[in-house]
């Protein structure tokens, strides 16, 4: 039978999974993905919700399961109704959980960010894990706190909910650590972490290139036209600046970013031509204003994508922060190496999922 | 690879491929020019589809010619030109004018096609002018392979320009004014030969005696740099630059960055290349006229002669703006225009010989003005009046002129009928001659900057050598940074990467944890700075990133928090890397020395007054990388950071040497480490003579 891991909590879980689900794949295993309940971000164009993070992994392992298996509950708006079916919706859950498993090694839960979901109705993380015998593993991500030490409380907080559900919650991983905590999380954290009787699988130092989209990504977030240099659209981006200043003071924000979308009006030849001196992973222009032919010269030269969109320059920069929130199937194959290096390096993966 | 072109101005054999029969054809006007051009050497017309061309027997390709050919003109449609080069390599051609369009200046397809046609080219040694240009004119061969005008005169200047079409006009309007050429090129594309390589050629030709250009790119700032700087100790360049905004030079003049960059760099750059900058056209020819005919001026006292009250004191205002300096005459000289002038005669300078004055009175004036030795350069102004002798004038000015050869002689005829005739002779007999009295002082400016400019050639070309420099250290660390995928330096390493090139700096190190903070305070002794280390911020202390003058243990815990604390506040995505502590040092006067990189003609060095008085005054000087001992020393001389230094009020004189021997270490880093393309240390602390300077904080971006 396959041995299922269930990974709920904060930010961060969608390419950590992906790359434990490309480990196991790679080390001969079989290995499935399941995410049972999960919140409506997107939707498609048979009108459907779905969790963007369900398409991703799908799209980027080429799962054959459809994703109404992969991803049963997606949750729009109302809760509470749900209970009227609850037995129904176990099984749906137990039903897809088993068809996915069937003939797997391993089965790797994605969670619902919070553990209280559905707790209302009898459905919480804690009771999913029941219901499916699978291990529960919180995630944390340490940047977001004020105080590192209060991840200590979080912790306690979600033991004492699985404690109340009876069952036991199995350990931790700690995700997205500055460099100035680490020391302390280390040192301190994860000795006392340990004291509650919970594993801790990993700390894994602040990454952004793990969230990083790509510039193709980004061409479908804007409905942008490319216009030069078609074949480099697997570029990272990982940082955004806008070109709004005299070219020549342009020049030091240009220099300062890696691997950055640089955004600016396509009128703006002279500050273009300046940031395509930095090489950049992508310059969008924004406003449908078509540049100058010297521009796209000069981008074949440096290869570097020019993008055209019609938004403006302040939604196109709101777009690319959405974007930056939301793991697609494209930035997941094109980061690959870089996660399962992670994955490898950060987390102790053989004792996570229990193999010897 | 040659780079003697010799043969594409002085080509014994012209294939013109694209001979057209057709009068309407480009194809036809260039073969038309060449001819008529009065080219004593072989032409071939090449076109399939004819048997001869104006009256010259026309073969199917440049393969079939029966004979070498050194230079090939090719004008036929785009997607046919890569085949014709293969022939022409095939041939041995040594020379190709691309006429056609349809390269990179398309973009797509272009782009493609100019590499190809650049590959074939270096594939059989064939250098290429274009594509996308007008052509050239050698007036000396005499040799017009271009399409434009036929221009009448030959002589001295040689233009060289990146607009085919402003040629076309320049050329039209040439003859008008009695400009004399000795080469013309029109760039195009510049996918093989650019201006630096005509440049060099030109300033080998003995027709040649100024160089005009019109570039709105440079294509290789260094090299261009290189060889200006070496043919303008020779003859005099003047370049026009288009695409210049002074925008740039105007933007928030907070750090070098911004400083520099864009006109300032041009200016920093053609200071060294000793290249005379102009910003229009008709400046451009002002001075190529002046050039091409007369001596460079010993000096910049200029003597006005005029019949105008009027005409000269405007010439004197303009000459006063743009730097020259009224000559003041010696007592004999003027005690010769009293005895020989009218009382009413103004026989300071400027000189007014009144509106009565013949060409006689303008022979005295003129004659005793040029014998005195106070006088560098003469400006003749001439209005006609009623008994005004213009043309009998004009044989004066050129008399005077053969007799006193070493001083340059500009004449201001301003005029219509009256005074054409006049000028006419004054232009058939080399002398200079203006409409108006500001272009003759543009002019001759441009002759007396010529003179300095060579001068400072020669004053900044003794090279200094720093040999106490750790560059494997300097690499290390900006390899270390660029692996962590950073292009900014933390304030630690930017610090040890200018230590190793022996700059000192106020010791600093970076902290990863309060108790590693407390650690390092302790081993560098009370009071230290907090600084938060990110490469994301830049303003340290607007995000709350520095705690000044921390005296205990228990200080440097808090102060770690409240930086950590506040940054993750006010610059929630920066990444973090620590905090840096660094040993307080005394207080010295403040001053900033940067780099930043062009793009075009790598690193400009600045220097000013530090702190925040860098963006309160604005105050600072530039030059291009590297430096010579006199532009290390210029550069702080120029500012009023100087004054502060020399000891302003009472106060005694700062250490200057080790101002000058920090910028002679920054030029020296960022001419060994070109990876750095910002850099700024500010505030540099300069402390009492003999005490030395510290860097305090540094910052540093690479690529």
Redesign the interface.
């Known amino acids: 039978m396959a041995k299922s891991v269930l990974i709920f909590g904060e930010k961060g879980k969608t390419v950590l999974i992906y790359g434990l689900l490309k480990k196991l794949i790679l080390e001969g295993f079989k290995a499935g993905y399941y995410k049972p309940i999960s919140k409506a971000r997107y939707r498609l164009p048979s009108m459907k919700f779905v969790d963007p993070d369900v398409v991703a992994i799908k799209d980027a392992l080429g799962l054959q399961e459809p994703v109404e298996i992969l991803s049963p509950v997606v949750i729009t708006r109302n809760i509470v109704e749900l209970k009227n079916e609850l037995d129904k919706v176990k099984k749906t859950i137990v039903d897809n959980y088993n068809s996915i498993a069937e003939g797997k090694d391993f089965v790797i839960i994605e969670g619902y960010p919070t553990p209280e979901i559905l707790s209302s109705i009898g459905l919480s993380v804690a009771d999913l894990a029941k219901l499916l015998n699978s291990k529960p593993v919180l995630m944390i991500n340490a940047k977001d706190k004020?105080v590192v030490d209060e991840i200590l409380d979080k912790i306690q907080l979600y033991k004492c909910f699985f404690e109340f559900h009876n069952y036991k919650l199995d350990g931790v991983i700690i995700n997205n650590t500055?460099?100035?905590f680490?020391?302390?999380v280390n040192d301190v954290l994860v000795p006392a972490i340990k004291d509650m009787g919970l594993n801790v699988y990993g700390v894994v130092p602040?990454k952004?290139?793990l969230l990083a989209p790509t510039v193709r990504d980004i061409v479908e977030v804007l409905n942008a036209e490319v216009l030069e240099n078609k074949e480099r659209l697997s570029n990272i981006v990982?940082d955004i600046v806008v070109g709004a200043?005299?070219?020549?003071?342009a020049?030091?924000w240009f220099?300062?970013?890696?691997?950055a979308a640089i955004v600016t009006g396509g009128d703006r030849t002279?500050l273009i031509l300046?940031a395509l001196?930095?090489k950049p992973s992508v310059v969008i222009l924004t406003g449908n204003l078509y540049p100058d032919?010297s521009v796209?010269?000069k981008a074949?030269?440096v290869g570097v994508p020019i993008l055209l969109t019609s938004y403006d320059t302040y939604t196109t920069v709101e777009k690319l922060r959405e974007v930056q929130s939301v793991v697609t199937a494209d930035s997941l194959k094109i980061k690959e190496s870089y996660i399962i290096e992670t994955i490898d390096r950060e987390l102790d993966w053989r004792k996570l999922l229990n193999i010897a | 690879m040659s780079r003697n072109l010799e043969l594409l101005f002085k080509p014994r054999s012209v294939a013109v491929i694209g001979a057209s029969r057709d009068p309407n054809k480009v194809g036809h006007a260039i073969l038309k020019n060449i001819i008529e051009s009065g080219y004593k050497g072989r032409v071939y017309p090449v076109n399939p589809k004819a048997d001869s061309v104006l009256g010259l027997t026309a073969y199917k390709s440049v393969l079939d010619i029966p004979d070498e050919v050194d230079l090939a003109v090719i004008v036929i449609p785009a997607q046919n030109v890569l085949d014709v080069m293969e022939e022409c390599g095939r041939k041995g051609v040594k020379f190709a004018v691309v006429i056609s369009a349809g390269f990179?200046?398309?973009?797509?397809e272009g782009?493609e096609r100019e590499k190809k046609l650049v590959e074939i080219a270096r594939k059989y040694g064939i250098r290429v002018v274009g594509p996308n240009c007008l052509g050239i004119i050698d007036m000396h061969t005499p040799i017009n392979a271009t399409f434009g005008p036929q221009p009448q005169r030959k002589g001295g200047i040689a233009f060289i320009s990146q607009s085919g079409a402003l040629l076309t006009s320049i050329l039209d309007w040439s003859s008008k004014v009695g400009i004399g050429f000795s080469n013309i090129v029109s760039l195009g594309n510049k996918a093989d030969l650019n201006e630096t390589d005509f440049v060099e050629y030109l300033g080998e030709n003995p027709e040649t005696k100024v160089i005009l250009l019109y570039l709105e790119s440079i294509s290789d700032g260094r090299r261009f740099i290189q060889v200006t700087s070496a043919v303008s100790r020779k003859k005099p360049i003047v370049l026009l630059k288009g695409?210049v905004?002074e925008?740039?030079?105007?933007?928030?003049l907070s750090?070098t960055?911004?400083?520099?960059?864009?006109a300032?760099a041009l200016k920093a750059a053609m200071k060294k290349a000793g290249v005379i900058l102009v910003s229009s056209l008709s400046e451009l020819f002002d001075i190529a006229i002046a050039f091409a005919n007369q001596p460079i001026p010993q000096g910049g006292r200029v003597g006005i002669v005029t019949n105008a009250g009027g005409g000269g004191v405007v010439t004197s205002d303009l000459a006063i703006l743009r730097g020259l300096k009224l000559a003041s005459l010696s007592p004999s000289t003027i005690d010769v225009l009293r005895k020989s002038l009218p009382p009413m005669a103004a026989i300071y300078n400027p000189v007014d010989v009144l509106g009565d004055a013949r060409a006689d009175r303008y022979r005295v004036a003129i004659e005793t003005l040029l014998r005195d030795p106070n006088v560098d350069a003469l400006i003749t102004i001439l209005t006609p009046q009623a008994v005004t002798e213009p043309e009998e004038t004009a044989k004066v000015i050129i008399e005077m002129s053969r007799l006193y050869i070493e001083k340059p002689i500009l004449s201001v005829f301003i005029g219509g009928e009256k005074v054409e005739k006049a000028v006419k002779l004054l232009i058939d007999n080399g002398i200079p001659v203006y409409d108006m009295p500001e272009k003759a002082v543009a002019a001759l400016s441009g002759m007396v900057m010529y003179r300095e400019l060579r001068e400072y050639l020669a004053k900044i070309a003794e090279s200094i050598e720093v040999y106490d420099v750790d560059k494997s250290t300097a690499l290390s660390i900006i390899r270390k940074a660029l692996q962590e995928?950073?292009?900014?330096l933390l304030e630690s390493e930017a610090k040890d990467l200018v230590k190793s090139y022996g700059i000192p700096v106020a010791p600093t190190k970076l902290a990863?944890?309060e108790e590693e903070a407390v650690e390092i305070a302790n081993s560098m002794g009370y009071p230290v700075v907090l600084k938060i280390a990110s490469?994301?911020i830049?303003h340290k202390s607007d995000v709350g990133g520095v705690v000044m003058n921390i005296r205990s243990d228990e200080e440097v815990r808090e102060a770690f928090r409240t930086i950590?604390?506040n940054v993750?506040r006010y610059a929630p995505n920066a990444?973090?890397?620590?905090?840096v502590v660094q040993k307080m040092v005394p207080k010295g006067r403040e001053v900033i020395i940067g780099t930043?990189k062009d793009?075009v003609f790598g690193h400009i060095i600045m220097f000013g007054l530090g702190g925040v008085y860098t963006e309160l005054f604005k105050d600072v000087s530039f030059r291009l990388a590297p430096l010579s001992l006199y532009e290390a020393k210029e550069m702080v001389m120029e500012t009023k950071a100087y004054t502060l230094l020399k000891g302003f009020r009472g106060e005694p004189p700062a250490d200057i040497p080790s101002v000058i021997n920090t910028l002679i270490r920054v030029s020296k880093l960022v001419t060994d480490v070109p990876q750095i393309?910002?850099m700024d240390i500010n505030p540099l602390f300069v402390y009492e003579e003999g005490v030395g300077a510290l860097a305090v904080d540094v910052k540093i971006?690479v690529?």
């Open positions: 004020d500055p460099i100035y680490m020391e302390r602040e952004p290139r990982e200043m005299a070219p020549s003071a020049l030091r220099r300062r970013a890696v691997n002279d300046a001196e930095t032919i796209l010269v074949k030269e | 990179k200046e398309i973009g797509g782009i695409g905004t925008a740039g030079a105007r933007a928030a750090h960055g911004a400083m520099a960059g864009g300032t995928n950073r292009r900014v990863r944890n490469p994301d830049t950590i604390i993750r990444s973090i890397y620590g905090v930043t793009p393309v910002e971006v690529e």
